[in-house]
């Protein structure tokens, strides 16, 4: 069973930065594609970035410049760095990760930034 575990979340002030890591019980080089998901209260879960295996890189327009995705396949870890936060970035962020043809997802982290 594929785990993943996300860290670094929390609280913090308007623009600042936090960084989000999330490990996998397996390598991130087999994962086809790997991102990140948030979900404000009363809101849909949107996504905010993901990477492909073979390198593409997308983020959502209300998050670029701001934020960067990377991943670390000796740690088998995939980050998320965020920059100058906002209060609408607040929600719980989850890491995603599709691996042989299932979706996995992580328990979910608590991002909450206040003006």
């Known amino acids: 069973q594929v785990q993943l575990v996300e860290s670094g979340g929390g609280q913090v002030q308007f623009g600042g930065s936090l960084r989000l890591s999330c490990a996998a019980s397996t390598s991130t080089f087999s994962f086809v594609v790997m991102g990140w998901f948030r979900q404000a209260p009363g809101k849909r879960r949107e996504l905010v970035a993901y990477m492909e295996s073979v390198g593409t890189i997308y983020y959502a327009d209300s998050v670029k410049g701001r934020f960067t995705i990377s991943r670390d396949n000796a740690k088998n870890t995939v980050y998320l760095q965020m920059n100058s936060l906002k209060p609408e970035d607040t929600a719980v962020y989850y890491c995603?990760?599709?691996?042989?043809?299932?979706?996995?997802w992580g328990q979910g982290i608590q991002v909450t930034v206040s003006s």
């Open positions: 995603h990760g599709n691996y042989q043809m299932r979706d996995y």
